[in-house]
T-cell receptor, first 113, second 115 residues
């Protein structure tokens, strides 16, 4: 079965510091990869996704992620954290077969003033 | 743009009661799904549908029922509520099946407490 692993259920960074949220997947074939953000008491919103082509993907709010096939990873980064980035972040995967999306367990990002 | 609309947003049920969580989307999406979100467990798929009249089970289907009579609507029924079903429920939809690489769009969530 497909699995998505997000290392670190809680990450704290200082305002202005680099944000790095980690995501690894278990698929042996390149999947489709997504990052979603969830603000308190809201639904999930798409930050960015990778389907094919350039492995460095830019998303909204200054976030980007890089697909590394050799490491089966899709880590999310942002050069400078803002207070408004405090939220829960989910990595998700779908495959070119099947009917499901697979989500990681989420990483809660805290931004310290 | 309405997107994916879920109702109700909050609900308290007594053990053994039944209820339906409503989900509607106005994007003509083929694929619809229901997830539950529990602390430390991420999102787990309950049921999904790849088109009107077609539904299938996800990872945690027990105690839930779905139907898809129209493209727009995908209600989730709790047959006999149990405290273990206390959770946040999300409806989500996508233009096509996940195998197409399409983005999935989420509703705002329904907070359900079973006492």
């Amino acid at each position: 079965a497909q699995s998505v692993t997000q290392l670190g259920s809680h990450v704290s960074v200082s305002e202005g510091a680099l944000v790095l949220l980690r995501c690894n997947y278990s698929s042996s074939v390149p999947p489709y990869l997504f990052w979603y953000v969830q603000y308190p008491n809201q639904g999930l919103q798409l930050l960015l996704k990778y389907t094919t082509g350039a492995t460095l993907v830019k998303g909204i709010n200054g976030f980007e992620a890089e697909f590394k096939k050799s490491e089966t990873s899709f880590h999310l980064t942002k050069p400078s954290a803002h207070m408004s980035d405090a939220a829960e972040y989910f990595c998700a995967v779908s495959l070119n077969t099947g009917n499901q999306f697979y989500f990681g367990t989420g990483t809660s990002l805290t931004v310290i003033p | 743009n309405a997107g994916v609309t879920q109702t109700p947003k909050f609900q308290v049920l007594k053990t053994g009661q039944s209820m339906t969580l409503q989900c509607a989307q106005d994007m003509n999406h083929e694929y619809m799904s229901w997830y539950r979100q529990d602390p430390g467990m991420g999102l787990r798929l309950i049921h999904y549908s790849v088109g009107a009249g077609i539904t299938d089970q996800g990872e945690v289907p027990n105690g839930y029922n779905v139907s898809r009579s129209t493209t727009e609507d995908f209600p989730l029924r709790l047959l006999s509520a149990a405290p273990s079903q206390t959770s946040v429920y999300f409806c989500a939809s996508s233009w096509a099946r996940p195998s197409s690489g399409n983005t999935i769009y989420f509703g705002e969530g329904s907070w359900l407490t079973v006492v």
